[in-house]
């Protein structure tokens, strides 16, 4: 599993868990496709702002690759 802490490890059409503003004191885990990344930054120490296909805005803390789907 790569670390979402990483602008270079996230690309559109990845399959990625987020945690949304709203959840960040459970670290509830949102899953999803990127469709945009929002954060400017190469690294970031919370994980890179993304929102996904569904419209969903929130912080990569997980990148799925096909076997872990």
């Known amino acids: 599993m790569s670390s979402g802490n990483i602008r270079g490890n996230i ?3 990845l399959n990625v868990g987020i945690v949304l503003k709203k959840d ?3 670290g509830r885990i949102t899953r999803g496709v990127v469709k945009r990344i929002l954060t400017n930054s190469s690294t970031h120490p919370h994980g890179i702002k993304v929102q996904l296909e569904d419209g969903c805005v929130g912080r990569v803390k997980e990148i799925y690759t096909s076997d872990t789907a």
Request: positive net charge; glycine residues 16%; proline residues 0%.
């Open 11 to 13: 690309k559109t059409g």
């Open 24 to 26: 960040q004191s459970t």
